[in-house]
Nanobody, 123 residues
Framework: QVQLVESGGGLVQAGGSLRLSCAAP????????MGWFRQAPGKEREFVAG????????YYADSVKGRFTISRDNAKNTVHVQMNSLKPEDTAVYYC????????????????WGQGTQVTVSS
């Protein structure tokens, strides 16, 4: 079992920025591709961004390309997503996920989830 702990959510005005972090304490973090998903009220959970175990390959949902950047620090067992130019439609609970599979298919297959952190963007 991999425990994932998210942090960094909050309330921000449209156009602002937030940086979410996900930690996997005590685990061999570098074995996993990592990703971020989000779920807005009344909507299904959707893929936001993914990063390979090495950090060399990243994927983004079209809705966040150019605004969000995913990164990881395997030495610190953390993955981050820097969210810039936030829009009200980015409001959601954001979840960190890990998979032992490939980052290319992470939007379809995940092995572990965090508990989520709320991001609210006001207009």
């Amino acid at each position: 079992q991999v425990q994932l702990v998210e942090s960094g959510g909050g309330l921000v005005q449209a156009g602002g920025s937030l940086r979410l972090s996900c930690a996997a304490p005590g685990r061999t973090f570098s074995r996993y591709a990592m990703g971020w998903f989000r779920q807005a009220p009344g909507k299904e959970r959707e893929f936001v961004a993914g990063i390979s175990w090495s950090g060399d390959t990243t994927y983004y949902a079209d809705s966040v390309k150019g605004r969000f950047t995913i990164s990881r620090d395997n030495a610190k067992n953390t993955v981050h997503v820097q969210m810039n130019s936030l829009k009200p439609e980015d409001t959601a609970v954001y979840y960190c996920a890990a998979t032992q599979g490939e980052v290319a298919t992470m939007r379809f297959y995940q092995d572990y989830w965090g508990q989520g952190t709320q991001v609210t963007v006001s207009s």
